[in-house]
């Protein structure tokens, strides 16, 4: 149980370009997702979290404009990086946090690897 | 602000080997810490979870301790294997949402 899904896994994009991430959680109601971002041989960094039914909180320094969350369900959000650039390539990783049960946990996704070219 | 620190960087450790990892934060007010394990290129696996009561977790080979006064944690492995190899991630949750630790790099060397 308690499983959570990305899609894409992988995408390469050219420069300017906007580039929609889903995460879901498959078999649990989440009705917080949490969007990180990782730079390689770096920890995790949250870029913003996401309440389902309301706007998206984003961490000091996440353009809200450029990274556009979108929460419009209690088992999907979606990540969009708008007018992508080479600078915006990492490891983007979503994770839930169920409804009900062990709400203090959060189950990650598989993360998708973001390219821009 | 919470900041998470996790030493050694990278360990390559001969198979059989039992080891240490740690995990030190700035801030004692955490409700808990998790330790994840996280493959090349690959998305996270929660190993273990400790309350901020607790004072270790078990998972079979896995111990997990926490002193939070001293704000350290440690991640013990027994008889380490191959399978093993992965970065390992430690993060605290408190007031703000979970806080990582940039990971330690292990290799088991067969």
Redesign the interface.
């Known amino acids: 149980g308690a499983v959570v899904s990305q899609h894409p896994s992988r995408v390469i994009c050219k420069s300017g370009t906007s580039v929609k991430i889903e995460c879901r959680s498959l078999d649990f109601q989440a009705t917080t997702m949490f969007w990180y971002r990782q730079f390689p041989k770096q920890s995790l960094m949250l870029m913003a979290t996401s309440n389902e039914g309301s706007k998206a909180t984003y961490e000091q320094g996440v353009e809200k404009d450029k990274f556009l969350i979108n929460h419009a369900s209690l088992t999907l959000s979606t990540l969009t990086v708008t007018s992508a650039h080479p600078e915006d390539s990492s490891f983007y990783i979503c994770s839930a946090s169920p409804l009900v049960g062990r709400t203090d946990t959060q189950y990650f996704g598989p993360g998708t690897r973001l390219t821009v070219l | 602000k919470q900041e ?1 620190t996790q030493i050694p960087a990278a360990l390559s450790v001969p198979e059989g080997e039992n080891l240490v990892l740690n995990c030190s934060f700035t801030d004692s007010a955490i ?2 810490l998790q330790w ?1 394990r996280q493959d090349p ?6 190993l273990l ?1 400790i309350q901020s009561s607790q004072r270790e977790q078990t998972s079979g080979r896995l111990n997990a301790s926490l002193d939070k006064s001293s704000g350290r944690s440690t991640l013990y492995i027994a008889a380490s294997q191959p399978g093993d190899s992965a970065t390992y ?1 430690c ?1 605290v ?1 408190g007031n703000t ?7 330690t790099r292990l290799s088991v060397i067969a």
């Not at chain 2, 290129?41 to 929660?46: A, F, P, Y």
């Not at chain 2, 949402?97 to 990971?103: A, D, I, N, S, T």
Request: overall charge positive.
């Open positions: 998470v409700y808990n994840f290129g690959k998305g996270l696996t929660s979870l991630l993060a949750a949402p979970l806080v990582f630790g940039k990971g």
